[in-house]
């Protein structure tokens, strides 16, 4: 019994030690005229990023201005493709509306650019982009403006959402 138990674990024992066999090509005398082979080398990467959008921030009610950052770091995609960070907003009609937390129908119109002093951000305009390639990424300054006059006490606020897609 002890004798058919050790043939047992010691037949265990060398298949489990038995190595993996790998497909290769092979070329032999007996492949005449066939003396070439191919190999597949592959190399590379899954997709990646982080995008950094401010949590929140207030506009400044002295000088009625205020900036924010989006960036873009560690980007990683596909050639020929682009990294698209949009804006948009829940109640933008025709222009960016703070809404005060008491009072919905009272508003304050405000403006978003590139530049400061600009107007150029519209609802579900990119508001930065980074084509494949630019692993180091990109940041972008957004610059808020306030164009309406303060008269009624109120906090004011609006929700951006920023959407990002690789295109």
Do not use: Q
Request: glycine fraction near 8%.
């Amino acid at each position: 019994m002890k004798k058919s138990l050790s043939m047992v674990l010691a037949l265990a024992l060398s298949l489990s030690m038995a190595l993996p066999a790998f497909a290769v090509t092979e070329i032999t005398s007996a492949n005449v005229g066939a003396n070439t082979g191919e190999t597949v080398v592959t190399y590379g990467t899954s997709e990646g990023f982080t995008v950094t959008i401010p949590a929140d921030f207030n506009i400044d009610t002295a000088t009625n201005k205020a900036t924010a950052d989006v960036k873009a770091d560690d980007v990683m995609i596909a050639y020929g493709k682009t990294l698209n960070v949009r804006i948009s907003g829940d109640d933008y009609v025709d222009s960016w509306e703070l809404i005060d937390t008491d009072a919905a129908d009272n508003t304050l119109t405000y403006e978003i650019g590139t530049t400061e002093g600009g107007n150029d951000i519209v609802n579900n305009s990119v508001v930065l982009s980074v084509a494949a390639g630019n692993t180091s990424g990109a940041t972008e300054t957004l610059y808020f403006e306030v164009i309406d006059t303060l008269t009624k006490a109120g906090t004011y606020k609006d929700t951006l959402t920023f959407t990002v897609s690789v295109d």
